[in-house]
């Protein structure tokens, strides 16, 4: 089994309420004070999820795994399938006007769903195969009205 933390050990955490007390009402900005206790808990070092496609010893061992061959065949079975996204400007607007987000979420989730299983499948067989579409969803998120739905915490991925 492997696993990545996406969060360093020792990592000093924020205080979410002391924070928030030290905003400004005036401005959306950060105040000096909050920009202060953020530079407290940014990390030094750059998040890295897992080896690089380079590391195939690690990246070989992984496609050995029963996880890695389901991830792989799943990538496959995915290949003819074209983003469904962007979503149009009507269904952003009704999405945010009704609160109705299920007429956006699951075109959203399929697409991040399969960019990640291009991803990672790319990392398995390292053959090149999966890069197109790689670079078709990535415009394709590219191109969204909102980026919001991609601020995600996942704080751990196991295969």
């Known amino acids: 089994m492997f696993s990545f933390n996406g969060f360093a050990q020792n990592q000093e955490v924020l205080d979410i309420k002391a924070y928030l007390e030290q905003a400004d009402e005036e401005t959306i900005y950060p105040s000096e004070k909050q920009i202060e206790m953020l530079k407290n808990v940014i990390p030094n070092e750059v998040f890295q999820p897992a080896p690089k496609i380079s590391d195939r010893v690690f990246w070989n061992e992984v496609a050995e ?61 390292n053959k090149g195969r999966f890069v197109p579409q790689i670079k078709t969803y990535l415009r394709a998120i590219m191109d969204m009205k909102s980026w919001l739905h991609l601020i995600m915490t996942t704080e751990t991925i196991v295969f």
Not at 88 to 116: H, Q, V
């Open 65 to 125: 795994t029963e996880s890695g061959k389901i991830y792989l065949k799943k990538a496959l079975s995915y290949l003819a399938e074209a983003p469904e996204v962007p979503i149009s400007d009507e269904i952003y607007r009704r999405a945010n006007k009704e609160g109705n987000r299920t007429i956006y979420k699951p075109r959203y989730y399929n697409t991040m769903i399969r960019l990640e299983h291009f991803i990672l499948a790319e990392c398995l067989e």
